[in-house]
């Protein structure tokens, strides 16, 4: 009985108008920074979907793992490693790629969280945090005033921001003591343009950023988006200097062993890189304005909730 209506539920999200829209507004956002990245030099990846190493993450979530041939693979959480060492081959690339995390249930209630996603995941070789800030916001603002013009986003009379540059920073010290420890919200429910939080201290970041000795917090941000949609784009500059990384590990309290094939690879050298990933579905819904994450996808997984 319980499953007729599950079924049922999969079935009227496929016929929804809403679905349709959504999907077909986030084909055309698919499209169009697909082009502006291939006019701009980079190469496109295909995903990693499975590998012995991924994302360790800020926040909590479940990883699957399984065996193969006797190593431990997990489902890809974030390409961030592999991101790292693809700049031993190019200079500039970017891939949209599924990451699977088993997100808490109580999550169910942000709108905002799926376990199966799609990051549009970039890094450039050599590249500063504030050169990287400057291509997010060039990307954004094309983008922006392109998808403008798609009858999606008329039909959802979805009102866009006109985007300035540069966009408002805030330093996370300076976020927590304005809004508190969960600042997210309310920042981005006050904001009328997408927000910069830089500067993150290494408690609430992972490891693989590099850390500022003057300052002793990490080259890195987030950008949230205005109108209280929240987190867009997380990201900033790599630590690749196995010492460092080995030493930021440490600090952090992580065994050294978990990471060691990472390590092994590091140890004979990478270049430097800086990059984000971009949420496709949060990108979604913030331009079609549709706060229920589960129409950006026709088979969504929610947190807590059955999906296929
Ligand atoms: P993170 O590595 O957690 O910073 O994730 C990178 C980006 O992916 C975030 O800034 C979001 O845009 C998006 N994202 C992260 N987790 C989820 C999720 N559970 N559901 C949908 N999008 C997500
Ligand atoms: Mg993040």
New binding site residues.
């Given amino acids: 009985m319980e499953k007729t209506k599950e079924i049922l539920c999969i079935r009227r999200h496929l016929l929804d108008k809403k679905t349709y829209m959504v999907n077909s507004l986030k084909s055309k956002i698919i499209f169009m920074l697909r082009a502006y990245l291939e006019g701009k030099g980079f190469i496109e990846l295909f995903p990693v979907i499975a590998s012995p190493i991924t ?1 360790p ?3 909590p979530s479940e990883a699957v793992f399984f065996d193969v041939y006797g190593h431990r693979f997990q489902l890809t959480k ?1 390409m961030i490693f592999h991101k790292q060492l693809s700049m031993l081959t190019f200079e500039k690339i970017y891939i949209f790629s599924p ?1 699977f ?1 088993i ?1 808490p249930s109580e ?1 169910a209630t942000t709108s ?4 199966e ?1 799609v ?1 549009l995941d970039l890094e450039i070789r050599e590249a500063s945090r504030e050169e990287v800030i400057d291509f997010i916001e060039e990307m954004l603002i094309y983008l922006f005033e392109r998808i403008q013009q798609e009858e999606e986003i008329s039909f959802f009379g979805r009102k866009l921001p006109r985007l300035k540059r540069p966009f408002p920073r805030i330093t996370y010290s300076e976020a927590v003591k304005k809004y508190g420890d969960d600042f997210e919200n309310r920042l981005s429910e006050k904001a009328s343009q997408p927000v910069w939080v830089i500067d993150f201290p290494y408690q609430v970041r992972e490891f693989y950023y590099r850390e500022d000795p003057q300052t002793g917090t990490m080259v890195d941000f ?1 950008l949230l988006y205005p109108e209280g949609f929240g ?4 990201g900033g500059e790599r630590e690749w200097r196995p010492e460092r990384l080995k030493r930021m590990l440490m600090k952090k309290g992580i065994d050294l062993d978990f990471y060691d094939i990472y390590l092994s690879l590091i140890e004979e050298g990478i270049p430097p890189s800086a990059g984000f ?3 496709i ?2 990108l979604t819904r913030f331009l079609s304005g549709v706060k229920d ?1 589960k129409f950006t996808r026709l088979f969504p997984k929610l947190p807590g909730r059955f999906g296929i």
Avoid: P, V
């Fill in positions: 994302d993450l800020s926040s974030s990451n995390r997100e999550k905002r969280h799926l376990l996603f990051q987030d987190e867009a784009i997380s990933g971009i949420g579905e949060r994450i």
